[in-house]
């Protein structure tokens, strides 16, 4: 009889679509094959059988869409990856251009003074290092003119810094002067330069652990939006299932009204059914192509291209769950506090608002440096007197007043370290509550899972039991179409726990610094 075969169809539903194999003490293990429920609707059932075997999931036409896919495509061509790999490659190469500081230098420079008729040419090469701040150098002076050069206005014309030796021209064939400053003071335990290669190299490392973070949190958002398109694909397949339904049972309901057996308001009363099914299954479908399009953003070709999942790489159901574990949540905080990237970037930024601090504080010291050169004259003297090889040492002070630059550095430094110690503290903070909220989030997932799947069993049971009532003539057609509806919302809300409990491992899994680990429905 077609109103039996009905009966059993729905059976088939609810026990392949919402079917879960569940016991009260074991762990949940939800699967919710929505293909194979949608291929038993196809396939007749025999008059007279109570059930049937679950039939297999309909062959698909592509290969299933992985998380582990979803992240790996993340990595590779996601663009807010690719902007942190570039700010890091700005870093190294900033701190290439402060290295350069102790490149080699060529300095010369020439002098001409008409009324005199005096020359001066004066070449020198210096190297910076970084031994307590101290410059080597070595150079050529040659002059030549009516007078000797120490008598001539030369000495105005240089700047105060260069090393006096370096301008003795007192040879006709020039001289030869190679010399070291050495910084007693000021700039001796750091200076601009190397305070400049620290931070530099200290940022690099930062923006590495800042794009690890980027990543983690990237991650999270991927395994949101993957379990969400999952959730929506399934969710599409039940109100489609719903749908079969009803328009099946039409057929069999103008039987009924042909044989008189039935009013034929119930013909009426199962078409406005099937136009609020319909209206179900085009929200549901609006729903599914939206989490596609948020799921694109993390799932891009080789091109870097969003590309939007069709519901062939659709899972025919979700993974299990397990009863997750919490024996000492206090150690995985301080593990999380370990390997948290972000927080080592925090940490960075206070190590170089100490070099900073550091440097700040040196500035306020006079400047006292030391200079020794020797001077090798060549050819003949201008002077018979002078013997050809000289030594000479300098000292030279400055002593800044009242130093309010270095004094304001220092406390604009130190406030800045305040700051970085208080959102420490709170990030500190914040991850712990992470930590804890993940586990309480996955917990109630867990247990959510489980009690729909018990409502399942339940809406299964009454559903089965008000169709045969309705079949036997002291039933409902509107109790029929409840029973259903609830069948169907139970197993949307254990689709969409099962959903939540790994969103929920996702999130804690990143909370953990871990990263998100794939899981293969």
Excluded at 266 to 279: F, G, H, P, Q, T
Excluded at 423 to 441: E, T
Aim: proline share 5%; net charge neutral.
């Amino acid at each position: 009889m077609p109103t039996f075969r009905s009966l059993f169809r729905l059976s088939a539903v609810a026990a392949t679509l919402l079917g879960v194999t569940q016991a009260h003490a074991a762990p949940l293990s939800t699967r919710l094959d929505v293909r194979a429920a949608t291929t038993s609707l196809a396939q007749p059932a025999r008059e007279g059988d109570d059930a049937r075997e679950e039939p297999a999931p309909k062959p698909r036409t592509g290969p299933v869409l992985t998380l582990a896919e979803v992240l790996d495509s993340l990595a590779r061509h996601d663009p807010r990856m690719r902007s942190a790999d570039e700010a890091i490659r700005g870093a190294k190469g900033q701190l290439k251009a402060n290295r350069g500081f102790y490149d080699p230098r060529l300095r010369a420079r020439g002098v001409w003074e008409p009324f005199f008729h005096n020359a001066i040419l004066d070449a020198r090469v210096e190297q910076p290092t970084t031994l307590w701040g101290m410059t080597a150098w070595a150079g050529w002076q040659v002059g030549v003119g009516r007078r000797p050069y120490y008598a001539s206005t030369f000495d105005s014309v240089l700047d105060v810094d260069d090393r006096v030796g370096s301008r003795d021209v007192r040879s006709t064939a020039g001289t030869l002067t190679a010399g070291v400053t050495l910084p007693l003071w000021r700039d001796g335990k750091i200076d601009r330069a190397r305070a400049n290669i620290r931070q530099s190299t200290m940022e690099r490392d930062r923006l590495q652990d800042a794009r690890d973070a980027r990543r983690l949190e990237l991650e999270a958002q991927a395994a949101t939006a993957y379990w969400s398109w999952v959730a929506a694909g399934l969710q599409l397949e039940i109100e489609k299932t719903l749908l079969d339904l009803a328009t099946e049972r039409d057929d069999a309901l103008k039987r009924r009204i042909e044989l008189g057996a039935l009013d034929s308001l119930a013909a009426v009363d199962n078409r406005r059914l099937i136009l609020d099914r319909e209206r179900r299954v085009v929200a549901a479908e609006r729903g599914f192509q939206a989490a596609g399009l948020a799921l694109s953003l993390y799932l891009r070709d080789n091109n870097g291209d969003p590309v939007v999942p069709t519901d062939a790489r659709l899972p025919g159901r979700l993974p299990s769950t397990t009863n997750p574990r919490n024996d000492d949540i206090d150690a995985e905080i301080a593990g999380a506090i370990e390997r948290r990237p972000d927080r080592r970037a925090t940490m960075t930024m206070r190590g170089q608002a100490d070099v900073e601090l550091r440097l700040a504080k040196n500035q306020r010291a006079p400047r006292v440096d030391v200079s020794g050169w020797v001077a090798q004259y060549l050819g003949r003297p201008l002077v018979p007197e002078l013997r050809r090889t000289s030594l000479v040492a300098a000292v030279s002070i400055e002593i800044p007043i009242p130093m309010r630059a270095a004094r304001g550095q220092v406390e604009a430094t130190q406030a800045a370290m305040s700051m970085i110690a208080a959102d420490l503290r709170l990030l500190d903070d914040q991850i712990a509550v992470q930590v804890r909220d993940g586990h309480s989030a996955l917990l109630a997932a867990y247990h959510r899972a489980r009690l729909a799947a018990q409502e399942v069993e339940l809406t299964r049971e009454l559903a089965r039991a008000e169709y045969r009532k309705f079949q036997l003539g002291a039933g409902d057609l509107m109790l029929v179409n409840l029973r259903e509806l609830a069948t169907a919302d139970a197993a949307t809300a254990e689709v969409q726990a099962v959903a939540d409990y790994f969103v929920a491992k996702a999130n804690l899994e990143v909370a953990l610094g871990t990263g998100v680990q794939p899981v293969v429905p």
